[in-house]
């Protein structure tokens, strides 16, 4: 948020957009309302607290570590190091069942990721 005025908005500045975008303050009682898990629908305020004085390297340093450590043992079996693994089986398959510009893709983000 990077500013409001008295006609019951907010301003702020959007990932991925220019120019300075508008909240009404119901829409804002709405972002508020995360009676749901995750971060995935429009206008969703998100707050970070930090329980520690921390500087940008040591945040970063922590995240990364925290990344790791998730993708090498992830909870799950579809995601990080296990579901590359299923991925890498199913790959051949792939050229058979995908277009080449498809194929094609799926190689190139291989490569990226």
């Not at 508020?32 to 921390?54: E, F």
Request: glycine letters at 6%; hydrophobic letters at 35%.
């Amino acid at each position: 948020m990077v500013g409001y005025d008295d006609e019951q908005c907010i301003y702020l500045l959007d990932c991925g957009r220019e120019e300075v975008q508008t909240l009404s303050y119901d829409e804002l009682r709405h972002a508020w309302d995360c009676g749901y898990p995750g971060l995935s629908k429009p206008n969703t305020v998100c707050t970070i607290r930090m329980n520690a004085a921390k500087n940008k390297y040591r945040i970063a340093e922590e995240a990364l570590a925290k990344k790791c450590e998730m993708f090498f043992n992830p909870p799950v079996s579809f995601i990080g190091r296990k579901g590359f693994e299923k991925f890498i089986k199913e790959l051949p398959k792939l050229k058979y069942e995908l277009s080449k510009e498809d194929y094609d893709k799926v190689l190139t983000n291989v490569v990226m990721f």
